[in-house]
T-cell receptor
Framework: NAGVTQTPKFRVLKTGQSMTLLCAQD?????MYWYRQDPGMGLRLIHY???????AKGEVPDGYNVSRLKKQNFLLGLESAAPSQTSVYFC???????????FGDGTRLSIL | GNSVTQMEGPVTLSEEAFLTINCTYT??????LFWYVQYPGEGLQLLLK?????DKGSNKGFEATYRKETTSFHLEKGSVQVSDSAVYFC????????????FGKGTRLSVIA
């Protein structure tokens, strides 16, 4: 049971570099989400998707882009990384209404 | 809009003590309610859930009852262990289920032997 898989698990970038975080789920879930979690803070929603080909902005979308070309994958992109984007990023997915969200193990991203 | 308020942490307890973490919510209709747990260095895991008023969710000795009259979903455990040290998040899902879960800010629990 893979569930929600995030790659990579760790990454260090220099300011201005770009990268893509991959989230894959094998539960045929419609809804997928990207969050960031900073020390001492809760989860903040970056972007989410309610189905293949759809995306929507969350609470803190600036500096990030997303794509959901396939139902099982949800990509989070940083076009020009900034130190303020140093964080732990979590992906989650959910099937139907009233169902819980299932989370990946996180990607720890440091931007120097 | 919908919101979740959790008690501020950190909470420090001795092993075998009784735990209560308060959670209250604001929502229209009858949301579903969840408690998640995050162990150090890991992602969030569902701990328990309740989908209608007076439902009691339970798992691993933890319990929470969906109280519509007080709009609360307090987490309780009769006897905590060191292994329960983690961050606990309360969350709600609105009636439509089409919007993301709304999370509280989390409560850090430390249990000392």
């Amino acid at each position: 049971n893979a569930g929600v898989t995030q790659t990579p698990k760790f990454r260090v970038l220099k300011t201005g570099q770009s990268m893509t975080l991959l989230c894959a789920q094998d539960m045929n879930h419609e809804y997928m989400y990207w969050y960031r979690q900073d020390p001492g803070m809760g989860l903040r929603l970056i972007h989410y998707s309610v189905g293949e080909g759809t995306t929507a902005k969350g609470e803190v979308p600036d500096g990030y882009n997303v794509s959901r070309l396939k139902k099982q994958n949800f990509l989070l992109g940083l076009e020009s990384a900034a130190p303020s984007q140093t964080s732990v990023y979590f992906c989650a997915s959910r099937g139907h209404r009233n169902q819980p969200q299932h989370f990946g193990d996180g990607t720890r991203l440091s931007i120097l | 809009g919908n919101s979740v308020t959790q008690m501020e942490g950190p909470v420090t307890l001795s092993e075998e003590a009784f735990l209560t973490i308060n959670c209250t919510y604001t929502a229209t209709g009858y949301p579903s309610l969840f408690w998640y747990v995050q162990y150090p260095g890991e992602g969030l895991q569902l701990l328990l859930k309740a989908t209608k008023a007076d439902d009691k969710g339970s798992n691993k000795g933890f319990e929470a009852t969906y109280r519509k009259e007080t709009t609360s979903f307090h987490l309780e455990k009769g006897s905590v262990q060191v292994s329960d040290s983690a961050v606990y998040f309360c969350a709600l899902s609105d009636l439509s289920g089409n919007t993301p879960l709304v999370f509280g800010k989390g409560t850090r629990l430390s249990v000392i032997a």
